[in-house]
């Protein structure tokens, strides 16, 4: 290929690429998604019926260069300024080796809120504890801080997620790392605090949006499980006394599906006697009930010797005046 088709072809695949994440239309994209859409389109040949040069086939590190540094020399694309200077290694777009990010701004779309850049950034992050409780209606408190969570076991979720982007992963020559790249402590002039937790909850989409958020069912097993991340624990008292008949179910489901037994015992005390909810399932959970001093409702108070002789655990939060 002459040097005048070489830059003639870089040119047309950077406006294809362009005109696809225009379509996207959301305001940012790590290094992994991007090269994922030059990827595609190199295995398309083409782009809305003009044909590209050459073979059909998955683009080495060399084009994918070429595409992105063309994007961003004409200032479609620049660095994401939460983002920008987050490591220092050698850049996919040169040599040297300097600060640079794997987060870019698409110049030409409206900028999002702290959850869209951070579900965007972080493809298995979601909205959690006191951001999801406000989500949800379950609390009049407005967080100052966003609270998100992602899986401890990252690498976990990154395997299975480039085996479904690309099945043939194996045989091809080069594909942008899917890395997991660290949050700042301030996103779109918000602050932030992610919580990496072992924890494989139901997470739902928000509809009409790229964020993700736990499950309702799963909110209310968060309180129990770190009630200091959503309010404190007569807080979280106080949620569940006022909706957890609404959501019954979702909570059952949520709390059957959890781990820790401690979980269960805390759920069905409330459930149960608090609540007077009769419910063979929540029943169940009373196997799990034993006598210990590190039972207790709040885990973060101090024990107090007034508890539930069915459920064997300390009852250390002060039930309201009001009844639930």
Sequence with gaps: ????????????????????????????????????????????GSHRGERFRGRPSGP???????????????RYLRPDPDFSGMDDERTPFSESKQPY???????DLPDGSAEDIACIVDPFCYLSHLSAMQRYSLTNRIPET?????????????????????PDLDTLAYVAPLARLQFPAIIRRRPIVLHKTVRAPVI????????????????????????????????????????????????????????????????????????????????????????????????????VPIYSEKWKISLNVERPARPL
């Design 204 to 303: 739902r989409q928000i509809k009409g949006s790229v964020v993700r958020i736990a499950s309702v069912g799963e909110t209310f097993v968060q309180m129990l499980d770190r009630p200091e991340l959503c309010g404190g624990m007569p807080h979280v008292y106080d949620v569940w006394g006022e909706h957890a008949r609404t959501y019954v179910e979702e909570i059952i489901k949520a709390v059957d599906r959890a781990p820790e037994s401690i979980i269960k015992v805390r759920a069905g005390y409330i459930l149960n006697e608090v609540l007077e909810i009769i419910d063979s399932r929540v029943e169940n959970w009373v196997q799990y009930a034993q006598r210990g001093g590190s039972r207790k409702l709040d885990p973060r108070a101090p024990y």
């Design 146 to 166: 966003l609270s998100l969570s992602s899986p401890l076991h990252w690498t976990n979720v990154r395997d299975a997620k480039l085996r479904q982007d690309y």
């Design 1 to 44: 290929m002459s040097l005048g088709h070489w830059v003639e072809d870089t040119v047309r695949f950077s406006e294809a690429t362009l005109s696809v994440l225009l379509e996207r239309g959301l305001p940012v994209i790590a290094e992994y998604d991007l090269y994922k859409v030059v990827h595609d389109l190199s295995i398309a």
């Design 101 to 107: 990010t794997r987060v870019f701004r698409i110049s």
């Design 60 to 74: 080495d590190r060399n084009k994918y260069r070429r595409v992105i540094s063309e994007l961003l020399s004409k």
